[in-house]
């Protein structure tokens, strides 16, 4: 591979002719592949193109459905963007099962998110801290007229506070704001409003009669917005008499409930299992939040840490069976947006909002803390039922008898034959590979 300057000005065809003469053997036909993944409307592919920088081609994710979400007794049909097999199966059967005991309720606790100025400063905190209000006034009054919009929908900042961090390292404070950024996710919105209130600390400090000296320069590291949006939360639960969860196969109900509440019990207090616990609830909230065009990354981390709050990774669902009743929930923060960025840009993104009903941000987050909640319960349904790899196989199977190039009669065979047998890319070759030689015979 050789070293380029000047690749993104390059048109895209041009990119695809140095990368294929860098790496591919059949010039044409590696070019060909890559722009037979290009949308057949060029406006469309404009589109695409300008989401991102330097790019090729589009990259396929299957788009799936899970109908059946009964949320507050409101009918959904969730789509679902997720290469995984197995996680669309999992979500489509736990929204069934909850459906036929009343569904999932959900409730938004709050929606405030978080931005920081951080800041050195050479001088007596107590002055700063006295002063303050000052400050706060002339931020707010500098942010009129960014926030004037979000002001008339309900939003805007909420608080701006001082926290001194000198315990961490001599002379460092925070500028800690709270903002309410209604139906968009906010990151521009807040990084805006905190450039202005770095630029605002900055004069105010050199123009102020209080401060002398080194007390005139604050020195600026950075202003943005914290994707950790504990106050962001929502909550999700499902609950019915433990006789009422019914047989799993022939696990009666009441083990069923107490093996449930022991994996919540491992997840709660083993971060090994908890990641993993953590990460399947994510297959759900990732694939909604992708199908919906929104962070799918802000949402993840800010949840791990979350997952932290009380000083150890843990599951984010929980579970009690009390009086006969089994109730298992999720708190999670969500921070999403149903106006700005992707959301109305991306066409399927906007399939996504119609098929959905067009939700407010609040009723997204609940439809997500749902849909990880389901993921979640599918999950464990299956560790302490059948175990996982019964679902996984079946869809690996198909995947590994794609790659063989199988026949119709070949996947009929093989998916007869794995009933009873162990399936493995070995496996799957060597049953191939003995129905093909039967035919040449
Ligand atoms: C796989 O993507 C997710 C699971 O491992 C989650 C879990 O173990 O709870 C099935």
């Given amino acids: 591979m050789e070293i380029i300057s000047g690749f993104s000005k390059l048109s895209k065809s041009q990119k695809l002719a140095w990368l294929a003469e860098q790496v591919a053997d059949n010039k044409e036909e590696f070019i060909a592949e890559f722009e037979s993944y290009l949308h057949r409307d060029t406006q469309v592919q404009k589109l695409y193109d300008e989401f991102s920088e330097n790019t090729l081609t589009n990259f396929y994710m299957p788009y799936g459905l899970v109908p059946n979400v009964m949320i507050n007794g409101k009918l959904y049909a969730v789509p679902m963007v997720i290469e995984e097999s197995s996680v669309v199966a999992a979500a489509a059967g736990s929204a069934k099962f909850w459906l036929e005991r009343g569904g999932f309720k959900a409730k938004v606790i709050d929606t405030k998110k978080i931005g920081q100025v951080h800041f050195l400063w050479e001088?007596?905190?107590?002055?700063?801290?006295?002063?303050?209000?000052?400050?706060?006034?002339?931020?707010?009054?500098?942010?009129?007229?960014?926030?004037?919009?979000?002001?008339?929908?309900?939003?805007?900042?909420?608080?701006?506070?001082?926290?001194?961090?000198?315990?961490?390292?001599?002379?460092?404070?925070?500028?800690?704001?709270?903002?309410?950024?209604?139906?968009?996710?906010?990151?521009?919105?807040?990084?805006?409003?905190?450039?202005?209130?770095?630029?605002?600390?900055?004069?105010?400090?050199?123009?102020?009669?209080?401060?002398?000296?080194?007390?005139?320069?604050?020195?600026?590291?950075?202003?943005?917005?914290?994707?950790?949006?504990?106050?962001?939360?929502?909550?999700?639960?499902?609950?019915?008499?433990?006789?009422?969860?019914?047989?799993?196969?022939?696990?009666?109900?009441?083990?069923?409930?107490?093996?449930?509440?022991?994996?919540l019990m491992i997840a709660k207090n083993d971060p090994h299992r908890a990641t993993t616990h953590n990460k399947g609830i994510f297959n759900g909230i990732d694939a909604v939040t992708l199908a919906t065009g929104n962070d799918f990354r802000a949402i993840e981390a800010c949840g791990h840490t979350y997952a932290c709050r009380n000083g150890k990774y843990q599951s984010l669902t929980d579970c009690s069976i009390e009086d006969g009743m089994f109730k298992f929930w999720i708190e999670v923060p969500i921070a999403v947006g149903t106006v700005g960025g992707l959301t109305s840009l991306h066409p399927l993104v906007k399939k996504s909002f119609e098929i959905l009903d067009s939700p407010n941000a609040q009723e997204l987050m609940q439809i997500m803390a749902v849909i990880g909640l389901a993921q979640n319960f599918g999950a464990v349904k299956s560790l302490i039922t059948t175990g996982i790899q019964k679902g996984h196989m079946k869809m690996h199977l198909l995947n590994i008898l794609k790659h063989f190039d199988a026949s119709e009669t070949e996947v009929k065979y093989a998916i007869e034959h794995f009933k009873t047998n162990v399936v493995s890319f070995r496996a799957v070759r060597d049953v191939l590979d003995s129905i093909r030689v039967k035919v040449k015979e």
């Fill in 123 to 263: 001088g007596d905190f107590k002055k700063l801290d006295v002063l303050f209000d000052e400050l706060r006034e002339v931020m707010l009054d500098n942010t009129a007229l960014i926030t004037s919009n979000m002001r008339a929908r309900g939003g805007g900042i909420i608080d701006i506070d001082l926290v001194n961090m000198t315990h961490i390292e001599p002379h460092y404070y925070q500028i800690k704001a709270t903002f309410e950024t209604c139906e968009s996710m906010g990151a521009n919105f807040i990084n805006t409003c905190l450039e202005e209130f770095a630029r605002s600390l900055k004069d105010w400090m050199a123009n102020s009669e209080h401060f002398v000296g080194k007390e005139k320069e604050p020195l600026v590291i950075m202003s943005i917005l914290s994707n950790y949006t504990p106050e962001c939360l929502v909550r999700a639960w499902v609950e019915c008499p433990v006789a009422e969860l019914g047989y799993f196969d022939d696990m009666p109900p009441e083990l069923f409930a107490y093996k449930f509440s022991k994996a």
